[in-house]
């Protein structure tokens, strides 16, 4: 490998660095959760994630870990099964006819108070050039089916690096720590479990920006 693209990754890596540390400096918006208090939601239907990912598995990836933090904050979830049934059965089985769907018309099929839509920007495991790092980012909004109001909105994010690369060896070790580490974490599906860490980030509740609690936590009320 020439000095000059050694030279040329190094330049690029310290640029990378320099960029995250600035974005992780910056100070968090305050979120206004007047809607979310004034609606008092105590159900959450949650309809399957719309995948903007290239990873086919990615919709039931995120959907199998987004009922577990809403229950965990005091929320009725409904069941993700009798939900997809339901659906599969009025002709919807895309996730995005599925987000397509009245709020009033959700609200008169399932009698929930509010639905959780989830959309997938990232899933999968990318080869950089001196690193593989499975990733998985998504976004939600939070939807009063009584109103059509959108009661509250996050986005989270995690990575299968978040530990850091501490690789030694020089550049040409890190390259092939890099190369294992892209066929592990494909052929075992890293970004599922990296999905459930953001999904968990997304929907747990009692951190800023993250949803208020709900009626059946001993913290609603309290947030």
Not at 30 to 35: F, I, L, P, T
Request: glycine share 8%.
């Amino acid at each position: 490998m020439s000095t000059s693209l050694i030279r040329s990754v190094l330049r690029w890596s310290t640029v990378l660095a320099m960029s995250a540390w600035l974005a992780g400096c910056a100070a968090p918006q305050k979120k206004d959760y007047s809607a979310l208090r004034a609606a008092k939601p105590a159900s959450i239907l949650v309809l399957p994630p719309v995948n903007d990912a290239p990873e086919v598995q990615a919709s039931a990836s995120v959907l199998s870990y987004a009922t577990r933090p809403l229950a965990e904050a005091g929320y009725y979830v409904m069941p993700v099964t009798l939900v997809s049934e339901t659906f599969r059965q009025n002709g919807l089985e895309i996730s995005g006819d599925i987000h397509e769907v009245s709020p009033t018309k959700l609200k008169e099929i399932f009698g929930a108070d509010s639905a959780l839509y989830i959309k997938i920007t990232k899933y999968g495991s990318s080869y950089q050039v001196i690193n593989s790092v499975a990733i998985v980012s998504a976004e939600a909004r939070l939807v009063d089916l009584r109103t059509g109001t959108t009661l509250w909105n996050g986005r989270a994010s995690a990575s299968s690096d978040e530990g850091g690369n501490n690789s030694g060896g020089g550049l040409a070790g890190m390259l092939i720590t890099a190369l294992v580490k892209q066929i592990i974490n494909t052929a075992t599906d890293a970004s599922h479990t990296v999905a459930g860490v953001a999904t968990n980030r997304l929907l747990a509740a009692g951190h800023p920006g993250g949803l208020l609690y709900g009626p059946r936590s001993p913290m609603y009320g309290k947030d």
